[in-house]
């Protein structure tokens, strides 16, 4: 069979059912070979980058999924490098395949002939140029061992045309995936580092989004149960126990954070890391304000994390599946005997700040603020619904004020934050995940950057609902200029000569989205938004094609966040609760 079509044949016994991308001349052959070999669903993206979001949003919806995105050579590879740097970021197994010139012309300057496996080593854990037809079975499956060893991450594999095309000797009913690679901690290791939980007396457990990743969150809340210590979920880590669960201690830093949590963080002594990386919009700047009066015991499944933001008291080089079985194992010998301490005071605590330390959301001005939009969608969206979103105060006010109840139920990009991320990516959770209700959520300018892939869910008919929250401001960035006393090109509003109805707010969104076979909404007024977010529903199920929901904001809010990078120093613009009704949706009702 011809080295395309022994590619294919690996991709389905290594368990790919779906892939997303655009083909191209370079790639055609592996189309042919897509097409011939069946049982892999294609999804046709509008933009090449577009595929590699929808690839990573696919792998991060369900434990197991690899997402596979595939272009032609030259700038299709180029346009999913922020695609791989997002997935590598964040710990995202995804696999990008590119066409290529023939090897013969690939150093001549061959039209559309890059060197994109130099270009995408930074940002991926393997990218190679294959120039032998028979080593490809054998790339495809390192490529696979590679993505789901140790820290998972993204592999990008490079395909000359005439590569593609040489027939190979491959017997695909013989191929066996090679087995995965990942450190798991010892006993004593764990004795250790349950020791540094029994000395102290308000323990905290931070966890991180390599727990979702390694599917332990179950381990996570049990381990959390015995122990009675109080859990503050990292951005990537939000979902490992449910934001009801009475040791959810809310989440800390200095943009997506409750005041609660970092309230309770601020009053810890200890501090047991597990499958995080201590991200500056988790940490701040200010080390010594989140270290100070603490000892850490950080457990990570890659070595070199250990140590690289501050170094901690302990160490654990671990898969957070392995150490927290054993955790969960020495806590039960250790309770059996008696020897856990009353946690009750200090979890009391915990839920005491929990019901007194929150924002404001309901708020009645029109044009609405964006608060009242999170309480709304805290009444119209279930446990069950899985939220997309990337960056901007769009994402920041949504960490801070909705609810999140299940692992992979907040999908996010976190480390990379590229506008533009959600619509593509909620394809990609939606297309893994037909059965569970996708909320997208996007500011205008992220909404805006890839609006095309809108097309992509009405072509295949895959419905989801975007709240898509609207000031016409580059929001964040207005933002972070106030500390330099200027707004400089961040300013999106102009009057649109065909819906002079919209006054400055530009862009007629409305339009657009049905102009690409969507469905659309547009509120103006907070005591439409829940008619318009049940609309949206059944408007989706019945047309099966994404929703928009525009809520047309006041042009300026300033979203609660450090303008220090000190999560001691948090700045709250906006007046706090101070009755029951400023906050109806919150997680506890406000104690006064």
């Not at 592996?30 to 999804?43: D, Q, S, V």
């Not at 309770?264 to 201590?278: K, Y």
């Amino acid at each position: 069979m011809t080295a395309a079509r022994a590619a294919v044949e690996i991709l389905k016994r290594e368990g790919v059912t779906d892939a997303f991308g655009v083909p191209g001349a370079a790639i055609n052959p592996f189309y042919k070979a897509l097409k011939e070999g069946g049982g892999i669903n294609h999804t046709l993206a509008r933009h090449v980058e577009g595929a590699s979001h929808m690839a990573e949003g696919y792998t991060r919806t369900k434990p197991g999924n690899i997402g596979v995105c595939i272009g032609t050579s030259g700038p299709a590879g180029t346009d999913m490098i922020t695609g791989l740097y997002s997935a590598i970021g964040d710990s995202i197994p995804i696999l990008c395949i590119t066409g290529q010139a023939p090897t013969s012309v690939i150093h001549k300057e061959d039209f559309q002939a890059v060197d994109i496996a130099s270009i995408a080593k930074p940002v991926t854990k393997m990218a190679v140029t294959v120039l032998e037809a028979a080593q490809v079975p054998g790339v495809f499956q390192q490529a696979f061992h590679l993505m789901r060893s140790s820290r998972p991450g993204p592999v990008l594999i490079d395909l000359p045309i005439d590569v593609q095309l040489t027939e190979i000797e491959f017997d695909p009913e013989t191929y066996e995936p090679l087995p995965v690679y990942k450190p798991a901690a010892t006993r004593a290791q764990i004795e250790k580092a349950i020791s540094f939980l029994l000395e102290s007396e308000r323990p905290v457990i931070v966890a991180g989004g390599g727990i979702v990743g390694a599917d332990a969150t179950g381990l996570l809340v049990e381990f959390a149960e015995l122990t009675r210590t109080p859990v503050i979920p990292t951005l990537m880590g939000w979902g490992t126990l449910p934001d009801d669960h009475e040791l959810n201690a809310g989440m800390v830093g200095v943009q997506t954070s409750h005041r609660y949590g970092n309230a309770n963080f601020l009053e810890s002594d200890f501090v047991l890391g597990i499958g995080n990386r201590w991200a500056n919009r988790h940490t701040g700047y200010k080390l010594d304000v989140y270290r100070e009066g603490r000892k850490f015991v950080h457990v990570d499944i890659e070595p070199t994390q250990i140590g690289k933001i501050f170094p901690p008291d302990y160490g654990v080089v671990s898969d957070a599946k392995a150490a927290l079985e054993l955790f969960v194992e020495v806590a039960k010998e250790l309770k059996a005997e008696g020897r856990l301490p009353d946690r009750a005071d200090w979890v009391a605590s915990t839920q005491e700040r929990k019901a007194t330390l929150l924002r404001r959301t309901h708020f009645d001005n029109v044009p609405m603020k964006p608060q009242r939009v999170y309480e709304e969608m805290n009444k119209a969206f279930g446990p069950d619904t899985r939220y997309v979103t990337t960056i901007g105060l769009s994402q920041i006010a949504g960490a801070q004020m909705l609810h999140v109840y299940k692992p992979r139920h907040w999908i996010n990009c976190g480390q990379a934050g590229p506008l533009g991320w959600t619509i593509p990516a909620a394809i990609g959770v939606a297309k893994a995940d037909p059965d569970s209700p996708v909320v997208a959520l996007s500011g205008d300018y992220d909404f805006q950057f890839l609006i095309e892939e809108l097309a992509v869910a009405a072509q295949h008919r895959i419905p989801y609902v975007h709240v898509l929250v609207n000031n016409a401001y580059l929001g964040l960035i207005r933002q972070a200029q106030i500390g330099l006393d200027i707004n400089f090109q961040v300013n999106l509003e102009f009057e649109n000569i065909n819906a002079p109805e919209l006054g400055v707010y530009g862009v007629d969104h409305v339009k657009v989205a049905e102009g690409l076979g969507c469905k659309a909404i547009r509120v103006t007024e907070p005591d439409q938004l829940g008619a318009a977010f049940e609309q949206a529903k059944k408007l989706a199920a019945e047309y099966q094609v994404p929703v928009v929901v525009e809520a047309i904001l006041e042009r300026i809010t300033n979203i609660s966040m450090s303008r220090t990078m000190d999560i001691s120093d948090i700045s709250e613009f906006e007046d706090l609760a101070t009755e029951p009704g400023h906050a109806p949706t919150s997680i506890k009702p406000l104690k006064v």
